[in-house]
Nanobody
Framework: QLQLVESGGGSVQAGGSLRLSCAASGYSYSTYCMAWFRQAPGKEREGVAVIWPQTGYKSYADSVRGRFTISQDNATTVSLQMNSLKPEDTAMYYC??????????????WGQGTQVTVSS
């Protein structure tokens, strides 16, 4: 069973930076896509960034483009570098993986989440 474990969350002042990491284990085949999502209290979950490892293609939400960078550190680890953080970036951040392939990234597996809090 695939497992995802996030780390790197915390509290930071506006304008600061954090780097989230997600370690995957329990599978032996390629991922179709790996993604970061976030959910703030009282809001719907939103996609933040996606990477398709086989092509290297990356996609970002408009709200984070130019500030966040998703990268695949190795075959089983994906990171999210977050710079110029804003209070509205405060949320629980989740790592997710789609193994099925084809079409939009639609993860079947999710991590437990790591909290990011940005103070003004």
């Amino acid at each position: 069973q695939l497992q995802l474990v996030e780390s790197g969350g915390g509290s930071v002042q506006a304008g600061g930076s954090l780097r989230l990491s997600c370690a995957a284990s329990g599978y032996s085949y390629s991922t179709y896509c790996m993604a970061w999502f976030r959910q703030a209290p009282g809001k719907e979950r939103e996609g933040v960034a996606v990477i398709w490892p086989q092509t290297g293609y990356k996609s970002y939400a408009d709200s984070v483009r130019g500030r966040f960078t998703i990268s695949q550190d190795n075959a089983t680890t994906v990171s999210l570098q977050m710079n110029s953080l804003k209070p509205e970036d405060t949320a629980m951040y989740y790592c997710a993986v789609d193994l099925s392939g084809g079409g939009p990234c639609a993860p079947q597996f999710w991590g437990q989440g790591t909290q990011v809090t940005v103070s003004s």
